[in-house]
T-cell receptor, first 114, second 110 residues
């Protein structure tokens, strides 16, 4: 248990659906992250939020829309996804974004797009 | 971020020390070395990190060479539950984030 929870743990959706992934951290951290891990590929950073402001967007398609309403919660809104978006989506948090801040990961949401 | 090189796989006997090497020959002075591991289909788990000095915590020890061009993660008494992919990452500065490579797949054998 890392103090970072993600819901749902598994999600199956069609290409025309709209769904949201939720992440919550109970660590009092100020930074939160979304990562994507496709089959047999390394983790890819998608978004970074620091003090509820987006500080990084790694050229992620607009069909992925993040939202950070407060420092404890992070959402990833999904719409009109493609089958190649099927992956494990991981949320992480850290105290800050400086070089001496380890990130703590949630268990991930396994997303399947049909 | 500096690039790291790790062996793709290693085996270790249960109860023995697992020594996982990492080369980071282009590391610069303000880059930290981080180790994470990922058990199949779970989120990565933080293990340890360091800058120059050797570090130890309840999970592992991190040995960084004096020139900082390589490091070794040591799991002192490996168990079957330590079977995972281990990632060595170097990270610099504000706004720079973790870049995960393919890592080392450690198999602890009974």
């Amino acid at each position: 248990e890392t103090g970072v929870t993600q819901t749902p743990r598994h999600l199956v959706m069609g290409m025309t659906n709209k769904k949201s992934l939720k992440c919550e951290q109970h660590l009092g951290h100020n930074a939160m992250y979304w990562y994507k891990q496709s089959a047999k590929k390394p983790l890819e950073l998608m978004f970074v939020y620091s003090l509820e402001e987006r500080v990084e967007n790694n050229s992620v398609p607009s069909r992925f829309s993040p939202e950070c309403p407060n420092s404890s919660h992070l959402f990833l809104h999904l719409h009109t996804l493609q089958p190649e978006d099927s992956a494990l989506y991981l949320c992480a948090s850290s105290q800050g974004t400086g070089r001496d801040n380890e990130q703590f990961f949630g268990p991930g949401t396994r997303l399947t797009v049909l | 971020d500096a690039k790291t090189t790790q062996p793709p796989s290693m085996d270790c006997a249960e109860g023995r020390a697992a020594n996982l090497p990492c080369n980071h020959s282009t590391i610069s002075g303000n880059e930290y070395v981080y180790w994470y591991r990922q058990i199949h289909s779970q989120g990565p788990q933080y293990i340890i990190h360091g800058l120059k000095n050797n570090e130890t915590n309840e999970m592992a020890s991190l040995i960084i060479t004096e020139d900082r061009k390589s490091s070794t993660l040591i799991l002192p008494h490996a168990t079957l539950r330590d079977t995972a992919v281990y990632y060595c990452i170097v990270r610099v500065g504000y706004g720079q984030n973790f870049v995960f490579g393919p890592g080392t797949r450690l198999s602890v054998l009974p």
